[in-house]
């Protein structure tokens, strides 16, 4: 395995769109390996393949129980909504409010080629779509609502007192 660089803001390949993967050969498992390593060591908990400049649809994310790999994925569901600070590996040191599905089933497949959906909520919803945006060239800061210091807490307005 070995660490990625991780591309940041102001290279043109976060800029482009993905192409899917039609054969899952020894490149896209070294891949995933690969970034699955690099976002560990990086402390993140999602992680798309063109973040490590490779212009395939290709994502990781963490929903805290297991790094999930997705291939091709794709969004089939979304419910409800929420609102809440984002930020990204390729924009150290910034951090943005925004809006996303509270609750999201995205359709991928696996490793051995096998097609399966996953739930997330909150977070993980969250980062699914971040991931997702990745792969066409979406970055958090597109849809930001406002931009706010990594460093101050965000709280949700209705949760004071
Ligand atoms: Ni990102």
Known sequence: MAILNILKEGDDILRKICRPVEKIDKRILTLLDDMKETMILAK???????QVGVLRRVVIVDNG???????????IKT??????PEACLSLPGKCGIVKRPLKVTVKATDRNGKEYTV??????????CHEIDHLNGILYT???IEMIDP???????DEEE
């Open 44 to 50: 993140g908990i999602g992680l798309a393949a063109p």
């Open 151 to 157: 460093k101050d807490d965000y709280e949700v307005a």
């Open 142 to 144: 597109d849809l930001a």
């Open 79 to 84: 419910d409800e909504t929420q609102e809440g």
């Open 65 to 75: 129980e297991k790094i999930l790999e997705l291939i091709n994925p794709e969004i």
């Open 119 to 128: 739930f997330g909520e909150g977070l993980t919803a969250r980062a699914f």
